[in-house]
């Protein structure tokens, strides 16, 4: 015998909040898709019907599904922010980096080259490596 599928009810203020996001123009594709996905659940729709008609899998539906029902409706329409790449040169390796830009250039140079700059901050032992685009991110992120 088949599970029937428990439909989800939605608060009136979580309906507002889906009305929204479908009149909105500037919204991401998943943060639809999700939103179409509680709308159709919480209109008990089948899960197997919904995932052909938006052309998703079945885990997409159960995993929003499930999201919405443990961490609440925010959670299940939006990601949660990422961590992002750990930083591969530390705070003072930067610091020096830094003020070696802002020192005069080498003799036989007008100014600091990114190659130039990533060659020296190797030999004076700030950094065991360094590219010269790592240099320019670091130079970048300095007022």
């Excluded at 995932?51 to 961490?71: I, W």
């Excluded at 925010?74 to 949660?80: K, M, R, S, T, V």
């Amino acid at each position: 015998m088949a599970r029937t599928a428990q439909p989800l009810k939605l608060s009136h203020n979580e309906l507002r909040s889906l009305k929204t996001v479908f009149r909105r123009g500037a919204t991401a594709a998943r943060v639809q898709t999700r939103a179409r996905v509680l709308d159709l659940l919480h209109r008990g729709q089948h899960p197997n019907t919904m995932a052909a008609t938006l052309g998703l899998s079945l885990p997409t539906v159960f995993t929003s599904k499930r999201r919405y029902r443990h961490e609440g409706f925010a959670a299940a329409l939006y990601d949660q922010p990422r961590s992002g790449k750990p930083l591969c040169i530390a705070g003072e390796a930067r610091a020096q980096s830094t003020a070696l830009a802002c020192s005069t250039a080498p003799a036989g140079h007008a100014r600091w080259s990114l190659r130039l700059l990533a060659e020296r901050a190797i030999n004076l032992g700030f950094v065991d490596t360094i590219s010269p685009n790592a240099g320019k991110e670091i130079l970048k992120k300095t007022n």
